[in-house]
Each structure stands twice: as C-alpha cells, then as structure tokens.
C-alpha cells in the first residue's frame, strides 16, 4: 500500500505550508465512499468532500466508468468552432436542473475560471445593452471567489490579496454580514442583519450605480469560514440590484449540486441571480470542470451582435469530452440516489448533532446549513489559526478529515453521509476540541 515517493521537493504546494508538510507528510492512496485511505493504511472519514466538491462520495462507479470509456472512444475535441454531443447533451441537462430562466450554459475548467467568466460576461453584456459605462464589479468582505485576477478583486479575504499588487481597478466590496452575537448558534439561516444589504446603496450613493457593472456574493460564505446570509438579505440584495440595473452573480461553487439539500441555492433561497457560477460537485470534483449559467436575456443580447464569433472568451479545455462524460456520470449517481436533495432530510439531524459540540468552552459560535457546518473556535492568544490548525492535524490523526480557515473548523461531507457516520464525526471532533482546549 505505502506509496511514499522518493522526494517531496519538487511539488509547490498551493495554498499548503510546505515547509510544515514535508517535514510531516499526510498523503492519501485511496478513497472510497465517505472514507480515504493514507499510506500507512489508515482510514480517514472525509468530513470536506474533499474540497467541497465530491459531494457523491468517492469512487463512484458511474463516474470512473464514464470517463474510461470517454477515454477510449473520444479523448479530445477542440473546443472553440467546433463541438461534441456530449457538451451539448450537459448543457442541456444543466439548463433544465437549475431554476428560472438561467438556461445557458458557458464551460470552464475551475470555479477561479467560472467567476472570471462571469464577470467577463457582466461587463460585455452591459457593453452590447449601450451601458459601457457599467465598468465596476462589487463583492464583498470575507468573499471568496477563486485565485484569479477578477476573482482575488472581489474576493474579501486579506491573505489572498495583500502580495499581489493593486488587483483589478474599479472594484469596491459590501461588508460582510458576520459578527453579530445575536446571531451566534442560530440554526439555519440567522434572524438578523438582512439590512446589511443596504451597504449596496452606500456604494451606489458613492460610485452612482450608473458605473456599476454587477454584484457577486456566495449564497454562503463557505471559504472564509461558512457565513450563512441573514433570512432576508439575499432576496433584498436581489431587489436593490434590480433597481439599480446591476447584474447579481451568485457564486455556487460550493453551495451548487445538492449542498444545501437543493440543487442549487437559488432554490433554496428562493433568488434569482442574472449569472451564477459552478464547479466542484458539477463532476464530483473527479475531473476539473466548471459551468456558468446565464439568464436567456443575458445570453440572447450577445447573439443579436453583427454576424462572427459574439464573445471573445474561452478555454482550451471548455467542455472538454472526459469534463463532460464526468459530468453526465455526476448527474445520473445524483439522479439514481436522490442525493440532490439528500441532505434536506439530514439537515436537521446534522444541526441538531453539530451544536451538541456547544457545551465545550472553546467553541465560540455553530452555524449550520443544509450540510454544512462551521464551528468558530475561541483563538489562543497570540496565536490566531493556531488553536483550529492543531484540531485539523489531531482529527486526521484520529481518522477525520476537516478542514480549517482562520480559528473555524468547516465540514461539507459528501451527500451520501449516514447518521451513524454524522455520528462518529462529531465525536471524533468532540474529542479533538477537548485535547486542545
Ligand atoms: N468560488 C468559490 C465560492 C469557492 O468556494 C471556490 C473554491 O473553493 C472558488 C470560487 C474557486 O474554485 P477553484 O479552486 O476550482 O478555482
């Protein structure tokens, strides 16, 4: 079984201490169903879906088939003035899975490259609709939306900005929705703050919302460390960039394909956005793919342009052949076991488990949504991210993977958790808060 290669140096590991990894390596071999396997032969609960993104589990036989037998049969096409059928068969098939008229259907190969999409979208569109002066993206604090350029703009965490020089100009972000105390614990979605959407008529009171392009939020908040929107504050959001005539991009990259116990947030909430962005669960997370869907008004306009190729964006690997039959395996494993909406019935047994961890003193706040948990650890002093990073290594050493931004512990497992299984997670993660108290 041990796979330990020769040298770990060559590999520059993204967003990983590599000095503090290689120095105590933790590779995985395997994986299968809820669990991975190391290469000492260990298992290892997967609490993340790996990185939000296997939300099938692993291994899943539909998949790995799809993609052998896509191997062999068409390997690869290129993707620009030219098409295969099973691009069009997901599209088509995406299109009719997500709510409203948010029926066309652009691809990519991460969410970095969905946002970029979509922004890219946002400001042309509004170029072909005679508004060329909408040149401003807004996002918000603590956002996350990817590593590139447009992305780390309207992105709202510091880390991710602060080496990479001015960013894209013209961006201005909302403030972030977290922090109120009264909202500490709430299962769900919390009762207060859907005021804080007003902070968009602050920036269109300064900027004047003539030069505003669009808005880009995720529905939840999950990299920063699982903000959940206050009841109300999304569909208000919707209302004002309405009003405004600004574009609303949600970014679903981890709350899409089932997270939330719906298809998409835009179900669960109830909001339509103008674009939204996908990745991650679209194939399971087992070949790299993403999917921007825009609204038909947003997609027609570009066809209405002179004859010739209407938007001048694209990646070698869009709709990639392998991308895609991954992604029809994705689809049918979800169909066949109902796990888009699995996690509806786990919810409240997943809340209701998650907050038992309360009684521990250094459990600062619980926020809970669909499958998703977040679990604000008090910091030690001095050494903020030190307390959480210390119970991610004692979980994977007890068997469970988690993951941690700043002093929050955030869990996403794959849909297809059993109740035993939520079980023993959090008594894992019980156990591990006690040891580092
Ligand atoms: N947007 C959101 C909301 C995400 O959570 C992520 C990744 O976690 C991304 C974008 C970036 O996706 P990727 O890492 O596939 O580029």
């Known amino acids: 079984m041990a796979l330990k290669p020769n040298t770990l140096d060559a590999y520059w590991m993204p967003f990983t201490a590599n000095r503090a990894f290689k120095a105590a390596p933790r590779l995985m071999v395997a994986a299968e169903g809820m669990y991975y396997t190391t290469d000492d032969g260990r298992k290892v609960l997967d609490g993340t879906a790996g990185l939000w993104c296997c939300n099938a589990g692993h291994s899943r036989p539909r998949i790995t088939e799809a993609i052998a037998r896509q191997a062999k049969e068409l390997d690869y096409s290129p993707a620009f003035q030219m098409g295969h059928p099973k691009a069009f068969e997901l599209a ?114 300064l900027h004047d919302p003539s030069t505003i392009a669009a808005v880009i939020v995720e529905p939840v908040q999950g990299s920063a460390g699982v903000f959940i929107p206050p ?9 004002i960039c309405t009003r405004h005539g600004i574009l609303l991009i949600f970014d679903e990259v981890i709350t899409g394909y ?60 869009s709709a990639n052949p392998m991308a895609c039959a991954a992604a029809l395996g994705t689809l049918d494993t979800y169909d066949e076991e109902g796990l888009l909406t699995r996690g509806a019935s786990l919810a409240q047994y997943w809340a209701d488990t998650a907050h038992s961890l309360r009684d521990i003193p250094i459990v600062a706040d619980i926020r809970t949504l669909g499958l998703i948990a977040g679990i604000e650890l008090k910091p030690i002093e001095g050494k903020p991210t030190a307390r959480a990073f210390d119970a991610y290594l004692k979980c994977f050493a007890a068997g469970l993977l988690v993951r941690t931004t700043g002093d929050i512990i955030a ?26 108290a």
């Not at 009719?96 to 890219?120: C, I, Q, W, Y």
């Not at 009841?231 to 209302?239: A, I, P, Q, S």
């Not at 996403?412 to 591990?432: A, C």
């Open 92 to 205: 088509a098939r995406l299109a009719r899975l997500m709510p409203g008229s948010l029926d066309h259907v652009f691809f990519t190969n991460s969410g970095s490259e969905s946002v970029e999409t979509a922004l890219k979208i946002a400001l042309a569109w509004h170029r072909l609709n005679g508004q060329g002066e909408r040149v401003r993206l807004i996002g918000r604090e603590r956002g996350y939306h990817g590593v590139n350029f447009g992305g780390m703009s309207v992105g709202g965490m510091p880390a991710n900005r602060k080496m990479f020089g001015a960013l894209v100009a013209g961006v201005d972000h909302l403030r972030h929705t977290h922090g109120d105390p009264r909202n500490f614990f709430a299962k769900g979605e919390p009762e207060f703050g859907a005021e804080l959407a007003d902070d968009l008529e602050r920036l269109c009171a």
């Open 231 to 239: 009841r109300g504050y999304l569909k208000r959001l919707r209302e």
């Open 258 to 317: 089932g997270r939330l116990g719906t298809n998409f947030a835009v179900d669960y909430f109830g909001v339509e956005p103008d674009i939204v962005t996908t990745a991650k669960g679209l194939t399971n997370g087992v070949i790299p793919m993403g999917a921007v869907f825009a609204q038909k008004r947003i997609h027609d306009l570009f066809m209405q342009g002179p004859a010739g190729i209407e938007f001048f964006h694209g990646y070698t690997y």
């Open 411 to 436: 869990l996403s497992p794959p849909l297809i958790i059993e109740k035993s299984e939520i079980d023993k997670l959090f008594e894992i993660l019980r156990t591990v808060l006690k040891q580092v």
